[in-house]
């Protein structure tokens, strides 16, 4: 069993050393309650609102000074950290990325590869900033570390079931998904989690921003998810912790690793898996592009 920690935040906009300064508070609190990997949301170290912002607080990720730092906090703490943050690349492109640091030091770093366009407001003209200042990431890496193999989606990321069906077949024993997710997306959100989880066989940490950014409301309720419902302590539900809606605050559950290995054999969603189906997808794209 691994305790986890969901570290749920309201980032104040384009101010890093604050940022810092609370996720390192609640890293403290989450270590010295056992955890051993805490999950901060997407772009937690700055905030959503950044604009062309963006490019002063996006850092290189290792050897910025937010990864150092994490780094330091990490091995102190003998604790893993995931972190959404700006990456500024070696061509002075920009990233949503994600880092991962640990005991051991720097681990690994995920950039979201599915950038939204859409509206971030059902009733408004705003669009998510994405695709206005980043760039697309092309690669999802499972890094192999002390507590199991781990695998980051970030936000929109979740909403493609071929990305997390991708990791789980590189061998993620855990997917960790972390958001910005505004509150009109909450009813839409929720139930995909829970769908990537069961439809993987694999355990799914997921982690949101909550309060109030300038304009934007979060929901928060991140939440942990089993590969089976037999690894929790709620009958018929496979629910291991749920963050509260409202306000900033750890949560956290302990996590079976091996438990997939242990279900899969009753609920064989991999097994039953076949290339027919990716090459008939394939061609469906290509016919439809």
Known sequence: MVKIAIGQIT??????????????????EAAENGAKLVAFPELALSGYNCGDRFFEVAETIPGGDSTRFFEKLAAELDIYIILGMPELGLTHVLY???????PEGYVGKWRKNALPGHATDLTGP???PDRRYFKSGEDLPVFDTKIGKIGVLICYDIFFPELSRLLTLKGADIIVGISGSPSFEKDIFEPIVKVRAMENTVNFVYTNLVGIEGETEYWGGGCIIGAGEKQTKLPGTPLICKAPYEGEGITLGDVD????????????VLRDLTTGMYERLADC???MT
């Open 11 to 28: 980032p104040l906009t384009g101010d890093k050393n604050t940022n810092r300064e609370k996720m390192k508070q609640f890293t403290i």
């Open 126 to 128: 705003g669009a998510f």
């Open 96 to 102: 949503n990325a994600a880092a991962m640091v640990g």
């Open 257 to 268: 690793i091996e438990h997939h290995g242990k279900i899969r054999p009753y609920f064989p």
């Open 285 to 287: 794209h290509r016919k």
